[in-house]
């Protein structure tokens, strides 16, 4: 049997502001680090990299120690922990950032214990470019470094986020920034062009349209789970690649199919509650039965 591998991630932890069709929440913990290491600690050890104010609250460092994940990569700056609000509209078809508070983001740097830089699987979740560098820059015996990004990068420095796919092995973006950073509708043609610059692996999510996943000259999509009601979709695309990379990582191989199918099941379970919430009380035999029921969606699809 394959050992298990550990997932080395940076990303940002934040307490967020949320407004949604089905009610609002304050001081919610959140941030694309919080999200992805609840997720891909469903599946492997992860160790995170990051930076908090010191008003960042007990519950946080609670969360994180009820579900093993590593927090000695986490520095604790004089100043405010990093504060977001974004707004649904009414039927969740788009998100407006309501505010974004740096706080102590504005004077990160990453460090990485020398014993925790030999990490062969990292994720470089949402955060300024920049910061992705850094730390892709840190570690070593990687085998695969997973990259994100968003929207407000890819306006503001697109060449940085071309340095960032440059460095990275596999992509996972959401369709709208797929066109917005390559300027093509159609999402194969977007796919080719993200190859192009860097990564062999391109995985394009389309929300409810589910996944479609591009490696080694093949392509395919992969469905969702159908939600029957969806409360808040913050931190979905880093719920998706804590399963994705969890996967990867549980498994030792790089069977990027199934790690799309549980990445897809886990963040299934993220948009059920408000914030982190729906993520902290996932069972294996109700994880398992999102993963059935995507794949066997996924083959019945495609006829096989
Ligand atoms: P997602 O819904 O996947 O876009 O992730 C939402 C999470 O990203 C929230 O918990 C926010 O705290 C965090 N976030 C929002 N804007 C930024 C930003 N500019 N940099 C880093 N994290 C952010």
Redesign the pocket.
Known sequence: MQEMKTILAV??I???TLQTPNGNRDN?L???A??FSLAAGMFAPVKLVGVVGKDYPKAGWQLFKSHNINIDNIQIMDGKT???G?RYSHDYSS?E?LF?E?GV?ESFSPVIRSEDRCSPLVFL????PDLQLEVAQLVTSVEYIVS?T?N??IDLCPDKVKEVLAVSHIVLI?HEEAIQFTGKKDIPEAACMLHSAGPEVVVIKMGAGGSYLSFNDRALYVPVFPVERIID???????FAGGFMGYLAQMGRPDFIEAVIAGSAVASFGVENF?PESLLNVTRKSLDGRISSIRSRMFAAEGV
């Open positions: 990303g940002s934040a307490i967020d919610v959140g941030g694309s919080t999200y990093f504060r977001w974004g998100r950032t974004t740096l983001f979740g949402n955060i300024q994100d968003m407000l990068w959401n979709p913050t931190g979905a695309g880093d719920s914030g």
